[in-house]
T-cell receptor, first 113, second 113 residues
Framework: AQTVTQSQPEMSVQEAETVTLSCTYDTSESDYYLFWYKQPPSRQMILVIRQEAYKQQNATENRFSVNFQKAAKSFSLKISDSQLGDAAMYFCAYTTPSNQFYFGTGTSLTVIP | EAQVTQNPRYLITVTGKKLTVTCSQNMNHEYMSWYRQDPGLGLRQIYYSMNVEVTDKGDVPEGYKVSRKEKRNFPLILESPSPNQTSLYFC????????????FGPGTRLTVT
């Protein structure tokens, strides 16, 4: 079974500081994609960042970057210079070659002014 | 405006009364999917569709039906709803497979009493 584990149900960060959200996944596939989605209080799901498993280079999107460790099956999200608008639930997700999609249980991020 | 729409946004119904939640996208996307979100469980995939007349089960398909007769529409059908189907439901679409960014609808809050 494919699983995605987010071991931190809640995290907090001081505004302008850096925070890292953890994610591990379990798969026997070699070709797959990983994502981080953000869900603010509006409930809208928003893509934060995407990583192809065959690429060794870690993806970055402005203040958001990932640390992708394929052998360890780890995919953490780093948010730099945290802003109040970053407060949200963050979901790690994984896709299979058969186009199924698996989410983790989420990490609720609080940004402290 | 490119978007995924869902209707209704809120629904309260009784056990056993058949209901349909509609989903429509205007981006000519091939891939569409339904998810349910429950506290502590994240989002779980119910069904997905790679194209017209092609649908596949996700992780939690029991009690649900879908159809894809047109590219833009992907309705979710609960033929005999039960209280354990009380949840927040999201429809999503992406260009050609789940490896691309998924665009999510605003969500449908369903309560079955």
């Amino acid at each position: 079974a494919q699983t995605v584990t987010q071991s931190q149900p809640e995290m907090s960060v001081q505004e302008a500081e850096t925070v890292t959200l953890s994610c591990t996944y379990d798969t026997s596939e070699s070709d797959y994609y990983l994502f981080w989605y953000k869900q603010p209080p509006s409930r809208q799901m928003i893509l934060v960042i995407r990583q192809e498993a065959y690429k060794q280079q870690n993806a970055t999107e402005n203040r958001f970057s990932v640390n992708f460790q394929k052998a360890a099956k780890s995919f953490s999200l780093k948010i730099s210079d945290s802003q109040l608008g970053d407060a949200a639930m963050y979901f790690c997700a994984y896709t299979t070659p058969s186009n199924q999609f698996y989410f983790g249980t989420g990490t609720s991020l609080t940004v402290i002014p | 405006e490119a978007q995924v729409t869902q209707n209704p946004r809120y629904l309260i119904t009784v056990t056993g009364k058949k209901l349909t939640v509609t989903c429509s996208q205007n981006m000519n996307h091939e891939y569409m999917s339904w998810y349910r979100q429950d506290p502590g469980l994240g989002l779980r995939q119910i069904y997905y569709s790679m194209n017209v007349e092609v649908t596949d089960k996700g992780d939690v398909p029991e009690g649900y039906k879908v159809s894809r007769k047109e590219k833009r529409n992907f309705p979710l059908i609960l033929e005999s709803p039960s209280p354990n189907q009380t949840s927040l439901y999201f429809c999503a679409s992406s260009l050609s497979s789940v490896n691309y960014e998924q665009y999510f609808g605003p969500g449908t809050r369903l309560t079955v009493t």
